[in-house]
């Protein structure tokens, strides 16, 4: 495999690390506010398909899943960035030409009205965004294990994609109560255009990675690493780990009934409640950075599961805005302890030469588990609870803490290595 550029005399190893951060922290900041299904595009979309088209939510919601498409298929843009260098480097020029267009498709998007042409540059963006994100998740594993900070590297990530989905929030939520709905849509697109140029620039000034041509000993590197992705045994038994830690009931849809039917919560409250959340995954970067980096991998895991289980334990004394707030903030909290933790230990055993197909598909896993465990939540609720919002909350809790014993047949099996920068 290509091996990074070694450091630069007079550039020790703590300076390529701050390099980096600032990298992971400009990339994961402009993909958090320029997903289409996120951050400053979201409310901008969906209030102009409403009010403009008269579309209902099953028509907005059946329209726009073609732009997750994109996201379930990140495994074939690794194996494209791993098998063929473009330009001489397999991750800086991908990294370019995706943020290039994703610059491309969003000014396009600033010139269309029709809804078709609206979905179609819009999955153009999320193609280019998607490519743009298993990219850097190659130089996440790649530098995490050459400086043994994987774990610091995924807090960056999910510290900055909130700060983003916070702002891009509260932006696209303004642009509507300043413009018509087709203006809002193009303001949302034009300030997304800018964002992917940050990108841009940072990967030219702060990314080393060594030339790597297209060679048959390259290839042969290359093809080893996708092999033993398949062969390993720590891998599969990592995305096992990973599918029954994000598949347990879960209750996103359910939790929204709840708070609407029941509880009565104005649709304005339920967008602050998101809010709120997103600032709880950012308290928990910081408490990670600040206070856990000392933990232990297999104690960050089992932290991880018990905050899952008492954060979802919490929502049975949801029954006010205030404790709404106090819960959605603890498990923002928990949220992003869990993401350090799972995703580090996904960074640390991808093989070496197949690290941007190996990581994007533990992701994957993710992605699949994720909507799964909400539609069996939904169904829970739906045809066994008759509705009850609490028994669900039970049974997911349940589900959550049996993934302690998983941990440690990790521990026995597949022995948890990943390192932190402290």
């Known amino acids: 495999m290509p091996e990074a550029r070694p450091n630069l005399p007079g550039s020790p190893p703590g300076q390529a690390i701050s390099r980096l951060m ?107 965004m998607a490519m743009a994100s298993t990219v850097c998740g190659a130089l996440l594993v790649e530098n995490g294990q050459k400086h043994n900070a994987s774990a610091a590297f995924i807090n960056q990530q999910w510290l900055w994609f909130n700060v983003a989905m916070m702002i891009g929030s509260l932006l696209g939520g303004g642009v509507i109560e300043l413009l018509s709905a087709p203006g809002a849509l193009h303001a949302a697109a034009a300030i997304a255009a800018v964002a992917p140029i940050l990108v841009v620039a940072s990967c030219i000034a702060l990314v080393d990675e060594r030339h790597a041509a297209m060679n048959v000993a390259g290839f042969r590197r290359a093809l080893h690493g996708f092999l033993e992705t398949f062969r390993s045994r720590t891998l599969w038994l990592i995305a096992a780990f990973l599918f029954c830690y994000y598949f347990s009931p879960g209750f996103g849809t359910p939790l929204y009934f709840h708070m609407t039917d029941t509880l009565r919560f104005s649709q304005t409250t339920i967008g602050m409640l998101s809010s709120v959340s997103a600032g709880g995954w950012i308290v928990g970067g910081l408490m990670y950075r600040y206070l856990l980096s000392g933990i232990t991998p297999r104690g960050l895991l089992n ?28 498990n923002g909290i928990a949220g992003m302890i869990a993401s350090i933790a799972t995703l580090s230990l996904a960074a640390e055993h991808c093989p070496e030469g197949s690290e941007g197909f190996a990581f994007a598909a533990l992701m994957s896993v993710i992605n699949l588990a994720a909507p799964l465990s909400d539609t069996s939540g939904a169904f829970l609720y739906e045809h066994l609870f008759n509705r009850a919002f609490a028994p669900l909350i039970v049974v997911s809790a349940a589900f959550t803490a049996m993934n302690f014993a998983f941990v440690l047949l990790l521990g026995k099996f597949a022995p948890v290595t990943y390192s932190s920068l402290r």
Request: proline fraction near 4%; charged fraction near 10%; include cysteine.
């Open 22 to 128: 600032l990298f992971f922290a400009i990339v994961y900041t402009v993909e958090g506010f320029c997903q289409a299904k996120a951050g400053v595009m979201w409310q901008p979309l969906t209030h102009y398909l409403k009010q403009t088209q008269g579309w209902d939510t099953v028509q907005i919601a059946a329209s726009l899943a073609i732009l997750d498409v994109p996201w379930v298929v990140k495994p074939i843009y690794g194996i494209i960035s791993d098998f063929l260098p473009l330009f001489g480097y397999r991750r800086r020029s991908y990294l370019l030409l995706a943020n290039i267009g994703a610059v491309a498709a969003f000014l396009w998007t600033t010139q269309v009205l029709a809804p078709s042409a609206i979905v179609f540059a819009l999955l153009l963006t999320a193609i280019a």
């Open 303 to 330: 932290l991880s599961i018990l905050g899952g289980v008492l954060g979802t334990l919490a929502y049975l004394g949801m029954v006010d805005v205030p404790s709404a707030v106090a819960i959605s903030f603890i």
